[in-house]
């Protein structure tokens, strides 16, 4: 059973930064992939950043790249997201996800979820 815990979010003004943790616990021999997500009032949940398990990887969404950085992983199934210069359109629950066979893959290829951590963004 892997469980997904999240932790982080919060209420801030445009241009602030937040930072995001998770940690993953399952069995031991295993080494995930894991990304973060996030889904908007009334839009589906989309792709922010992942790491591949070596922590030697990342990929970003466009809308966050140069402001998001992802770290971690290392295969210690734990990962941060630290976020700057935060806009009102990052408003979203973002959602740790992890064990997709490809650090790439999209939503429905991350098997585990987190229960999501709310980030508002005021302008």
């Known amino acids: 059973q892997v469980h997904l815990v999240e932790s982080g979010g919060g209420s801030v003004q445009a241009g602030d930064s937040l930072r995001l943790s998770c940690a993953a616990s399952g069995p031991a021999f295993r080494r995930y992939n894991m990304a973060w997500f996030r889904q908007a009032p009334g839009k589906e949940r989309e792709f922010v950043a992942a790491?591949?398990?070596?922590?030697?990887?990342?990929a970003y969404a466009d809308s966050v790249k140069g402001r998001f950085t992802i770290s971690g992983n290392n295969g210690e199934n734990t990962m941060s997201l630290q976020m700057n210069s935060l806009k009102p359109e990052d408003t979203a629950v973002y959602y740790c996800?992890?064990?997709?066979?490809?650090?790439?893959?999209?939503?429905?290829?991350?098997?585990?979820w987190g229960q999501g951590t709310q980030v508002t963004v005021a302008a």
């Open positions: 790491i591949r398990w070596t922590g030697d990887s990342t």
């Open positions: 996800a992890a064990g997709a066979v490809t650090y790439r893959g999209g939503v429905n290829d991350y098997p585990y």
